[in-house]
């Protein structure tokens, strides 16, 4: 488009006191020939928006700069329509906050940071989303359990359409083979009805929800809101097209014949919680061995949990479900002996009444690890434990039945690992692939694997922190116990949470929207195809399976499932992808828009390329606690560090910049990565980064990576003086001047 420029510079929250606005002014006026510049005392005020609607209205204008507070605040105020180009300047917390007030350093600064942003919106364009033909707003749930059947529910009861798809013939999962919840309503003292029926009654009744059962998904095609699901029923397959689908298969009991050690198999009065619901169930509780009533009973919490040989996590819901079929026992028969032996009660919240109350039911609880099961002679059965806190040896009473509390595997977790292609042999591969088990739940006609990857447990990957419903698969979300252990009752939240992102999804993905974690960005990668060389580095980093293959191995975009995160960018080698408002040489030009002095000045320059979720934010708290840090420094925001294409290093060092600091999200295995991969592939094309600058003999320590989250903007300001006293040991750049 055409652009008319204008430049605002708000003079408050001591933005004017500690700066020449005049000078700041010059360089719009003079350098950059912005017919219009404006300052005002209080820019984010209904005056100050009113100056700037103004000359939208009056002037022309469609490119405003604005520099006054950081982007991340004030959003709203400063809205003037996506069809505007807006550039934000940051001279309040990471400028006037952060420096001292009428000092040469501090004004060369802003100078700097205005520079970048005016030569950043000088080449942005207004972002053009991404809108397709017949896109749905329809919600696919995948299991008819108590997750799936909720997750249902609550997206009708938004106005949602709603195709329910259950491999078993009957609506209601392991719901069905439960005798009662446990409390949910106060006082919390009594386990409850299970009312299955009732909530398989709401959904199929409910005009809004299309019930498949005795079906399979058997594949899912394409992209948010454009999703083509085949779904095997009756022995034919139908197709569905959904905008987005809830993924509520659950988990299934660890398997007990891996325990025998607690005489699962061996003795058969050793049985499962499992298997115990079902007596209750069936009205037949009895022995197992002789069919005679039940006693004594003992429970074995942990039963193949948090133990490294079997399920090395807690499965969350073990202990209230055994202290409710302890309940069970003491309500048939008062007189039963109940013993449980736990390393540790874990009834958080209000089921700390209900173990109370189990307490005053003379309920008898041993905290040992079990170590044995063995038959005491009489045909009943006798527990040795070692005390958790002594190490000394524990001897149980004789009892009639022992309960294994087993854990929950995901039903994600079943299938065999998928090997998902990579470059060909001998071709260098930037990241490990990711982990994928085929558990023929979604059957994806992805690149990147037919399912959902995982963590090293099994459970679908997301972000335990920020966005825990997400998967690597935009606009898929797994939920209840399949996403993580937990019980009945934060399975139902955890339904309607996955619903509600659901519909998140669709509705942002038909306005040619992102979600999470930019949501509402209406930009998306465009390919220069002219230039591909076809290496798959784009389809292989990219986190969120965005982006398929041709049989050429063109890359094929799916623009609705990309996240916007740009690390397809900084991978290419071509750096034929770019966004209309980020791309290579956008951020190339800003870096080259910096005045660097000449090494007989003594001010050295440090470019920091910050990534906009953790690092840019704890740089504006540092602002925010007036924590002062070294002037040098020259601040980039990033969407994600793995965005960062590896020609920004070069143009900042022939540039003249003397050092390069890339502050990143952490990542691993509990990674805080907004964008999961991003910081890694930063850290890997940092090691090739070394290498070219040793050859050059550049000193490799002028770019160095630093892992900082959110809460680390106490540490900022020892990193960035750390590293600027580091550079004044290397020396100048040697390409400054040149």
Not at 44 to 71: F, H, Q, Y
Not at 242 to 259: C, D, K, R, W
Not at 662 to 676: E, N, S, T, V
Request: glycine share 8%; hydrophobic share 35%; charged share 25%.
């Amino acid at each position: 488009m055409e652009k008319k420029m204008g430049l605002y510079i708000c003079k408050g929250c001591g933005i004017g006191d500690a700066l020449d606005v005049d000078a700041l002014c010059n360089i719009g006026t003079d350098e950059f020939n912005i017919p219009i510049c404006k300052t005002h005392d209080k820019l984010c005020g209904e005056e100050g928006v009113n100056l700037i609607k103004a000359d939208i209205e009056g002037e022309g204008v469609n490119s405003i700069v604005i520099a006054a507070c950081s982007p991340r605040v004030m959003y709203d105020v400063f809205d003037f329509g996506s069809d505007k180009v807006l550039e934000r300047v940051n001279l309040r917390e990471q400028v006037v906050w952060c420096h001292p007030p009428q000092d040469e350093d501090t004004q060369m600064l802003a100078e700097d940071q205005l520079r970048m942003g005016i030569t950043k919106a000088q080449e942005m364009e207004p972002p053009d989303p991404f809108i397709a033909e017949d896109m749905s707003k329809r919600i696919l749930v995948v299991g008819g359990g108590l997750t799936g059947l909720t997750a249902a529910k609550e997206a009708a009861k938004a106005g949602y359409e709603v195709v329910l798809v259950e491999k078993e013939k009957e609506l209601g999962g392991y719901l069905k083979r439960i005798y009662k919840l446990p409390p949910a309503t106060p006082p919390y003292e009594e386990p409850k009805d299970v009312g299955l029926e009732d909530l398989i009654g709401e959904v199929k009744s409910n005009d809004l929800i299309k019930v498949y059962t005795g079906a399979t998904v058997e594949s899912i095609e394409g992209a948010p809101c454009m999703f083509d699901v085949t779904i095997k029923h009756n022995g034919n397959g139908t197709t569905e097209r959904v905008g987005a689908i809830v993924v509520a298969t659950g988990s299934v009991p660890y398997n007990p014949e891996n325990l025998e050690h607690l005489g699962y198999g061996k003795f058969d009065d050793v049985v499962t919680l499992q298997q115990v619901e079902e007596m209750f169930l069936n009205g037949e509780v009895k022995r197992p061995s002789n069919g005679q009533p039940v006693q004594s009973v003992a429970f074995i919490l942990c039963a193949g949990s948090r133990d490294e040989n079997h399920l090395p996590y807690c499965s969350s819901a073990c202990c209230v479900e055994a202290l409710k079929q302890a309940k069970y026992f003491k309500e048939q028969n008062p007189d039963c002996s109940v013993y449980i032996f736990y390393k540790d009660i874990r009834a958080n919240g209000v089921y700390e009444l209900f173990y109370k109350q189990v307490q005053r039911d003379k309920v008898f609880f041993v905290r040992g690890d079990v170590t044995g099961v063995d038959d005491d002679g009489s045909g009943k059965l006798i527990l040795t434990a070692e005390d958790v806190l002594t190490g000394s040896p524990i001897m149980s009473e004789s009892v009639d039945l022992v309960v294994l509390a087993t854990g929950m595997v995901p039903t994600t977790a079943l299938g065999e690992p998928y090997k998902v292609p990579t470059a060909e042999e001998g071709e260098e591969i930037e990241v490990p692939p990711d982990t994928i088990l085929v558990s023929n739940i979604l059957n994806l006609k992805y690149r990147q694997g037919p399912e959902i990857p995982a963590l090293k447990y099994g459970f679908p990957d997301s972000h335990f922190i920020c966005f825990p419903y997400e998967s690597r698969r935009t606009g898929i979300y797994p939920a209840g116990s399949v996403r993580a252990p937990m019980d009945y009752a934060r399975a139902i939240d955890d339904a309607t949470g996955a619903a509600l992102k659901a519909i998140q999804c669709v509705e942002l993905t038909s306005q040619g929207k992102a979600v999470h974690p930019r949501a509402g960005d209406m930009s998306y990668p465009e390919f220069f195809m002219q230039r591909c060389t076809q290496c798959k580095r784009c389809t292989e980093e990219c986190p969120f399976g965005a982006i398929n293959e041709d049989e050429k191995a063109n890359p094929l975009p799916n623009p609705t499932r990309c996240r916007r995160c740009g690390v397809c960018m900084g991978a290419c080698p071509e750096r034929i992808i770019s966004f209309k408002n980020y791309s290579v040489g956008m951020i190339g030009n800003m870096i080259k828009a910096i005045n660097v002095p000449d090494e007989y000045e003594e001010k050295p320059r440090i470019l920091v390329l910050a990534c906009e979720n953790d690092a840019y934010p704890a740089l504006d708290m540092a602002g925010l606690r007036r924590l002062e840090y070294n002037p040098w420094v020259r601040i980039i925001p990033l969407r994600c560090l793995g965005s960062m294409n590896i020609i920004w290093i070069a143009d900042a060092l022939s540039k003249g910049i003397d050092g390069i600091l890339l502050l990143g999200c952490r990542h691993g295995d509990d990674y805080q990565c907004h964008f999961i991969k991003g910081s890694e592939l930063a850290n890997i094309r940092m090691t090739k980064i070394k290498e070219t600058l040793d050859r050059l003999v550049l000193e490799s320590e002028r770019v160095r990576v630093e892992e900082v989250s959110i809460t680390d903007y106490n540490r900022l300001p020892q990193i960035l003086n750390d590293f600027a006293e580091k550079l004044e040991e290397l020396g100048p750049n040697p390409y400054k001047g040149f």
